[in-house]
């Protein structure tokens, strides 16, 4: 199995390394399961790097910094200067809504409410 594998990638521009077993922790559902096998191994039919081995994903760096930190911890820490509805939708994207809601909270303690709240807003709305 290849858990501690290495993966780059270019989100926005801005380069991230970190390894698979971080990917893991975002679970069967998030965007990083379905890049990888069950063994996670990368599926490169459906993803292919770029010259120099990075996954390019066309989505805002700064919210995925923060998003990577929390499958890194199971720590939340936002930043001042990323606005909640964009976290929100990033982290929707990712599939990583669950791992919000478990996160420590840290300085956010009202946060959790407010994701929750766009989440249904959005289910609501999807009819999902």
Request: charged share 20%.
């Amino acid at each position: 199995m290849a858990i501690h594998k290495k993966v780059k990638f270019n989100i926005g521009g801005k380069i991230f390394e970190t390894t698979t077993t971080t990917l893991a922790n975002g679970g069967c559902n998030s965007f990083f399961a379905a890049m990888f096998n069950n063994n996670w191994n990368l599926q490169t039919h459906n993803y292919v790097a770029d010259d120099d081995g990075d996954y390019f994903i066309d989505r805002n760096p700064d919210c995925f910094v923060v998003l990577l930190d929390l499958l890194k911890t199971r720590e939340l820490y936002i930043s001042s200067n990323i606005p909640e509805n964009l976290f929100h939708r990033e982290a929707l994207f990712y599939g990583l809504l669950d791992n919000v809601y478990v996160g420590d909270l840290g300085s956010h303690p009202s946060f959790r409410n407010h994701i929750k709240q766009k989440t249904t807003h959005t289910q609501k709305r999807h009819n999902i």
